[in-house]
Nanobody, 120 residues
């Protein structure tokens, strides 16, 4: 069993900042990639940012220069620092972790989602 616990969502004014965190726990041998996706009402879920074990990152064009993803390999956590937030960033944000369990199986696990609302 693997659990992902997200935190840090909320309501913020345009131009403000929020920090999302996600902690993975359970029968984890190693974590490959960690990332964040988001889904706005009426839209498909989209990739926001990913980070792999060596620290290499990938961002959606819409968030480059505003969002920063980071991870702590020792704690199996991933964070998303979101600055200069815009109303179009409003969405449910989902943590995603690709990992290998102690039994050798590869799992792609999703968090429950956390709401981010950017509004004045």
């Amino acid at each position: 069993q693997v659990q992902l616990v997200e935190s840090g969502g909320g309501l913020v004014q345009p131009g403000g900042s929020l920090r999302l965190s996600c902690a993975a726990s359970g029968s984890i041998k190693s974590v490959n990639s960690m990332g964040w996706h988001r889904q706005a009402p009426g839209k498909q879920r989209e990739l926001v940012a990913t980070i792999i074990r060596d620290g290499s990152t990938n961002y959606a064009d819409s968030v480059k220069g505003r969002f920063t993803i980071s991870r702590d390999n020792a704690k199996n956590t991933v964070n998303l620092q979101m600055n200069s937030l815009r109303p179009e960033d409003t969405a449910v944000y989902y943590c995603n972790v690709n990992l290998i369990t102690h039994w050798g199986t590869t799992i792609n696990s999703w968090g429950q989602g956390t709401q981010v609302t950017v509004s004045s």
